[in-house]
C-alpha cells in the first residue's frame, strides 16, 4: 500500500465517520450524501474493497428514502463485492436492504465441487458440536479441515 492509499484510506474512514453521524442526527442530510459518496471514492482509490462496499451500504441506507435508485445501485454492488470477498453474513444483510428496497441480489455463482459459505458455516457447526465425528448408521464419519474446500 502506497503513502497515498494510506491517505486515501484514512481519509475515507474520516468520511465514513463523518457520514455516519451526519445520517443518523437527520434521515435525509445532504451532508451525510456527500461524505459516504467521498468515503466510498476514497476506499476504492485505496484499494479497500471491503470498506468500499461497507460505505456503500451506509450510503445505500442513508439516501433510501429519498433516491431509491441510487440505494438500489450502491447496495447492489456492495453485495456483490461481499459475494466476492466471501463475507456471507455482510452479504445475507445487504440482500435483506436490497429486498427492502425492492431489488432482488444478483445470484452468487457456484464454482463447482467448491462448498458455499453457508455450507462450510454448516460443517464448522456440526464439528464444533460433535467434536468432528458424525454418526451415521453403520459409519463413523471424520470431518477434517483440510477436506472443506476440496473438489470432489
Known amino acids: 500500500m502506497s503513502v497515498g492509499d494510506i491517505g486515501d484510506a484514512l481519509t475515507g474512514y474520516a468520511r465514513l465517520a463523518e457520514g455516519l453521524v451526519a445520517a443518523a442526527a437527520a434521515a435525509t442530510d445532504p451532508d451525510a450524501r456527500d461524505a459516504l459518496r467521498t468515503a466510498v471514492r476514497l476506499f476504492a482509490a485505496a484499494r479497500l474493497p471491503l470498506e468500499q462496499a461497507r460505505a456503500q451500504v451506509a450510503l445505500a441506507q442513508a439516501v433510501a428514502a429519498s433516491d431509491t435508485g441510487l440505494a438500489l445501485a450502491e447496495a447492489r454492488q456492495a453485495a456483490e463485492t461481499f459475494a466476492w470477498l466471501g463475507a456471507s453474513g455482510k452479504f445475507d444483510r445487504t440482500s435483506a436492504l436490497l429486498r427492502s428496497l425492492g431489488g432482488r441480489p ?20 456440526v464439528k464444533r458440536h460433535t467434536g468432528g465425528r458424525l454418526r451415521t448408521p453403520g459409519r463413523d464419519l471424520r470431518i477434517r479441515r483440510s477436506d472443506r474446500n476440496k473438489p470432489q
Open 106 to 125: 444478483n445470484p452468487v455463482p457456484r464454482v463447482d465441487g467448491l462448498l458455499t459459505g453457508r455450507e462450510r458455516d454448516a460443517v464448522l457447526i
